[in-house]
Protein backbone atom coordinates (compact mmCIF):
# COMPACT_ATOMS: atom_id res chain seq x y z
CA UNK A 1 0.00 0.00 0.00
CA UNK A 2 0.98 3.51 -0.98
CA UNK A 3 0.14 6.16 1.61
CA UNK A 4 0.63 10.08 0.27
CA UNK A 5 -1.14 13.03 3.14
CA UNK A 6 -2.83 16.21 2.03
CA UNK A 7 -3.00 19.43 3.90
CA UNK A 8 -5.74 20.63 3.58
CA UNK A 9 -7.06 24.14 4.38
CA UNK A 10 -10.77 24.19 5.67
CA UNK A 11 -13.17 22.45 3.99
CA UNK A 12 -14.42 23.35 0.50
CA UNK A 13 -13.50 20.86 -2.00
CA UNK A 14 -11.98 18.54 0.26
CA UNK A 15 -13.86 15.75 -1.29
CA UNK A 16 -12.09 15.48 -4.64
CA UNK A 17 -9.49 13.23 -2.84
CA UNK A 18 -11.75 10.48 -2.01
CA UNK A 19 -13.43 11.02 -5.44
CA UNK A 20 -9.60 10.55 -6.77
CA UNK A 21 -8.81 7.33 -4.80
CA UNK A 22 -11.45 5.57 -5.75
CA UNK A 23 -10.83 6.65 -9.91
CA UNK A 24 -7.59 5.43 -9.25
CA UNK A 25 -8.69 2.29 -7.73
CA UNK A 26 -5.53 0.81 -6.10
CA UNK A 27 -4.29 0.31 -3.27
CA UNK A 28 -2.97 4.26 -2.92
CA UNK A 29 -4.24 5.66 0.02
CA UNK A 30 -5.05 9.54 0.38
CA UNK A 31 -5.79 10.67 4.08
CA UNK A 32 -6.67 14.86 3.91
CA UNK A 33 -6.18 16.41 7.60
CA UNK A 34 -7.82 19.86 7.45
CA UNK A 35 -5.39 22.63 8.64
CA UNK A 36 -6.42 26.00 10.19
CA UNK A 37 -7.81 28.31 7.90
CA UNK A 38 -7.98 31.52 9.76
CA UNK A 39 -9.50 34.25 7.66
CA UNK A 40 -11.49 32.31 4.35
CA UNK A 41 -9.96 35.35 2.06
CA UNK A 42 -8.54 35.24 -1.15
CA UNK A 43 -6.59 38.08 -0.06
CA UNK A 44 -2.57 38.49 0.22
CA UNK A 45 -2.31 38.69 3.81
CA UNK A 46 -4.42 36.00 4.88
CA UNK A 47 -2.93 33.73 2.61
CA UNK A 48 -0.10 34.40 3.95
CA UNK A 49 -1.25 33.39 7.33
CA UNK A 50 -2.89 30.67 5.96
CA UNK A 51 0.30 29.11 4.70
CA UNK A 52 2.25 29.65 7.84
CA UNK A 53 4.83 27.29 9.07
CA UNK A 54 3.26 26.97 12.61
CA UNK A 55 -0.37 26.26 11.04
CA UNK A 56 0.97 23.07 8.57
CA UNK A 57 3.22 21.93 11.25
CA UNK A 58 0.02 21.36 13.34
CA UNK A 59 -1.27 19.15 11.27
CA UNK A 60 1.10 16.30 10.51
CA UNK A 61 1.48 14.31 13.18
CA UNK A 62 -2.15 12.98 12.38
CA UNK A 63 -0.87 12.08 8.83
CA UNK A 64 2.02 10.13 9.93
CA UNK A 65 -0.22 8.34 12.51
CA UNK A 66 -2.11 7.60 8.69
CA UNK A 67 1.26 5.96 7.58
CA UNK A 68 2.00 9.11 4.83
CA UNK A 69 4.88 8.52 3.30
CA UNK A 70 4.51 12.06 1.63
CA UNK A 71 2.89 15.27 2.70
CA UNK A 72 1.73 17.85 -0.13
CA UNK A 73 0.44 21.27 1.23
CA UNK A 74 -3.17 21.04 -0.59
CA UNK A 75 -3.16 25.11 -1.12
CA UNK A 76 -2.31 26.99 -4.56
CA UNK A 77 -2.69 30.14 -2.90
CA UNK A 78 -1.19 29.48 0.01
CA UNK A 79 1.60 28.88 -0.98
CA UNK A 80 2.37 31.19 -4.78
CA UNK A 81 1.84 34.31 -2.79
CA UNK A 82 5.20 33.40 -1.05
CA UNK A 83 7.14 33.58 -4.63
CA UNK A 84 9.29 31.23 -5.90
CA UNK A 85 11.96 31.01 -3.08
CA UNK A 86 9.90 31.91 -0.37
CA UNK A 87 7.51 28.70 -1.27
CA UNK A 88 10.52 26.69 -1.33
CA UNK A 89 11.30 27.96 2.18
CA UNK A 90 7.89 26.39 2.98
CA UNK A 91 8.12 22.78 1.57
CA UNK A 92 11.29 22.95 3.49
CA UNK A 93 10.16 23.71 6.88
CA UNK A 94 6.89 21.23 6.24
CA UNK A 95 9.25 18.23 5.00
CA UNK A 96 11.56 19.14 8.43
CA UNK A 97 8.33 18.89 10.87
CA UNK A 98 6.91 15.84 8.87
CA UNK A 99 9.90 13.85 8.73
CA UNK A 100 8.51 13.16 5.04
CA UNK A 101 9.33 14.61 1.48
CA UNK A 102 6.91 17.17 1.07
CA UNK A 103 5.66 19.79 -1.75
CA UNK A 104 2.45 22.01 -1.88
CA UNK A 105 -0.14 22.49 -4.88
CA UNK A 106 2.09 25.52 -6.84
CA UNK A 107 4.97 23.33 -7.42
CA UNK A 108 2.46 20.41 -8.36
CA UNK A 109 1.61 22.71 -11.39
CA UNK A 110 4.96 23.60 -12.41
CA UNK A 111 5.91 20.14 -12.58
CA UNK A 112 2.94 18.69 -13.97
CA UNK A 113 3.50 21.63 -16.83
CA UNK A 114 6.95 19.89 -17.38
CA UNK A 115 5.56 16.85 -17.24
CA UNK A 116 3.29 16.82 -20.20
CA UNK A 117 6.06 18.38 -22.36
CA UNK A 118 4.39 22.08 -22.09
CA UNK A 119 5.92 25.65 -22.38
CA UNK A 120 3.21 28.00 -23.03
CA UNK A 121 -0.18 27.76 -20.51
CA UNK A 122 -3.38 29.81 -19.64
CA UNK A 123 -4.88 30.24 -16.58
CA UNK A 124 -8.34 30.32 -15.33
CA UNK A 125 -8.35 31.04 -11.97
CA UNK A 126 -11.44 32.12 -9.87
CA UNK A 127 -8.94 34.50 -7.53
CA UNK A 128 -9.35 38.06 -7.64
CA UNK A 129 -6.86 39.86 -10.17
CA UNK A 130 -3.97 40.81 -7.87
CA UNK A 131 -3.59 36.98 -6.25
CA UNK A 132 -4.07 35.55 -9.87
CA UNK A 133 -0.94 37.91 -11.00
CA UNK A 134 0.99 36.20 -8.30
CA UNK A 135 0.41 32.84 -9.67
CA UNK A 136 1.68 34.02 -13.32
CA UNK A 137 4.84 35.08 -11.70
CA UNK A 138 5.02 31.98 -10.14
CA UNK A 139 4.95 29.94 -13.02
CA UNK A 140 7.19 32.14 -14.84
CA UNK A 141 9.82 31.43 -12.21
CA UNK A 142 9.64 28.16 -13.54
CA UNK A 143 9.98 28.59 -16.77
CA UNK A 144 6.44 28.53 -18.02
CA UNK A 145 5.53 30.85 -20.80
CA UNK A 146 1.79 32.01 -19.41
CA UNK A 147 0.18 33.41 -22.42
CA UNK A 148 -3.63 34.61 -20.72
CA UNK A 149 -4.33 34.73 -16.97
CA UNK A 150 -8.56 34.67 -16.49
CA UNK A 151 -9.18 35.98 -12.75
CA UNK A 152 -12.85 35.59 -11.36
CA UNK A 153 -12.89 38.09 -8.41
CA UNK A 154 -14.23 35.44 -5.86
CA UNK A 155 -12.90 36.03 -2.56
CA UNK A 156 -13.57 33.05 -0.29
CA UNK A 157 -13.03 29.44 -0.70
CA UNK A 158 -16.27 28.99 0.75
CA UNK A 159 -18.28 30.51 -2.17
CA UNK A 160 -15.48 28.92 -4.83
CA UNK A 161 -17.04 25.70 -3.31
CA UNK A 162 -20.09 25.81 -3.96
CA UNK A 163 -19.50 26.20 -7.99
CA UNK A 164 -20.74 23.27 -9.84
CA UNK A 165 -20.42 21.21 -13.45
CA UNK A 166 -21.44 24.68 -15.29
CA UNK A 167 -19.46 27.21 -13.39
CA UNK A 168 -16.32 25.20 -14.08
CA UNK A 169 -16.57 24.85 -17.71
CA UNK A 170 -17.29 28.23 -18.34
CA UNK A 171 -14.28 29.33 -16.49
CA UNK A 172 -12.10 27.40 -18.61
CA UNK A 173 -13.78 28.61 -21.49
CA UNK A 174 -13.49 31.69 -20.44
CA UNK A 175 -9.85 31.41 -19.69
CA UNK A 176 -8.40 29.41 -22.44
CA UNK A 177 -6.23 31.20 -25.16
CA UNK A 178 -5.32 29.55 -28.64
CA UNK A 179 -1.80 29.55 -27.88
CA UNK A 180 -2.08 28.07 -24.46
CA UNK A 181 -0.64 24.15 -24.81
CA UNK A 182 -2.81 23.47 -20.77
CA UNK A 183 -5.05 25.57 -18.90
CA UNK A 184 -4.72 25.48 -15.53
CA UNK A 185 -7.45 25.93 -12.94
CA UNK A 186 -5.70 26.54 -10.24
CA UNK A 187 -8.20 26.57 -6.98
CA UNK A 188 -8.21 23.64 -4.61
CA UNK A 189 -11.39 25.32 -3.47
CA UNK A 190 -12.73 24.60 -6.50
CA UNK A 191 -14.31 20.87 -8.05
CA UNK A 192 -13.00 19.97 -10.93
CA UNK A 193 -12.21 16.14 -10.36
CA UNK A 194 -15.48 14.92 -11.47
CA UNK A 195 -15.54 16.81 -14.57
CA UNK A 196 -11.64 16.48 -15.70
CA UNK A 197 -12.97 14.52 -19.26
CA UNK A 198 -15.41 16.60 -20.23
CA UNK A 199 -13.32 20.03 -19.73
CA UNK A 200 -10.59 18.35 -21.79
CA UNK A 201 -13.06 17.31 -24.64
CA UNK A 202 -14.58 20.98 -24.41
CA UNK A 203 -11.03 22.93 -24.49
CA UNK A 204 -9.38 20.37 -26.89
CA UNK A 205 -6.72 19.99 -24.83
CA UNK A 206 -4.93 19.50 -21.25
CA UNK A 207 -6.22 20.87 -18.57
CA UNK A 208 -4.31 20.35 -15.64
CA UNK A 209 -7.10 21.17 -11.75
CA UNK A 210 -5.51 21.83 -8.06
CA UNK A 211 -6.60 19.02 -6.69
CA UNK A 212 -5.55 16.57 -9.56
CA UNK A 213 -2.37 17.94 -9.84
CA UNK A 214 -1.95 17.94 -5.78
CA UNK A 215 -2.61 13.93 -5.82
CA UNK A 216 0.06 13.89 -8.47
CA UNK A 217 2.44 15.63 -7.17
CA UNK A 218 2.20 13.31 -3.85
CA UNK A 219 2.55 10.17 -6.28
CA UNK A 220 5.62 12.00 -7.71
CA UNK A 221 7.37 11.96 -4.56
CA UNK A 222 6.86 8.59 -3.74
CA UNK A 223 7.82 7.46 -6.89
CA UNK A 224 4.55 5.56 -7.11
CA UNK A 225 3.08 5.68 -10.56
CA UNK A 226 -0.90 5.37 -11.59
CA UNK A 227 -2.79 5.64 -14.97
CA UNK A 228 -6.32 6.70 -14.47
CA UNK A 229 -7.29 8.19 -17.81
CA UNK A 230 -10.49 9.50 -16.08
CA UNK A 231 -8.35 12.44 -14.09
CA UNK A 232 -7.51 13.96 -17.38
CA UNK A 233 -3.92 13.78 -19.81
CA UNK A 234 -1.51 13.81 -17.15
CA UNK A 235 -3.11 10.59 -15.39
CA UNK A 236 -3.48 8.81 -18.73
CA UNK A 237 0.31 8.00 -19.23
CA UNK A 238 2.80 7.06 -16.68
CA UNK A 239 4.38 9.90 -16.27
Not at 60 to 65: F, I, N, S
Not at 137 to 155: M, P, Q, Y
Not at 167 to 173: G, H, P, T, Y
Request: aromatic letters at 8%; glycine letters at 10%.
Amino acid sequence: MTTVGFLYPGYSAEDDYPRIEMMIDTDIRLPVVHTDIGEDAHRVDALLRMGADERLADGVGELRLAGAEAVVWACTSGSFVYGWDGAKEQTRSLAGSAGLPASSTSFAFAHAVQALGARRVAVAATYPEDVTGYFTTFLKAAGIEVVADRASGIITAAEVGTWGRDEVLALARAGDHPDAEVVLMPDTALHTVAWLPELEEALGKPVLTANQVTVWEGLRLVERKARAPKLGTLFATRH
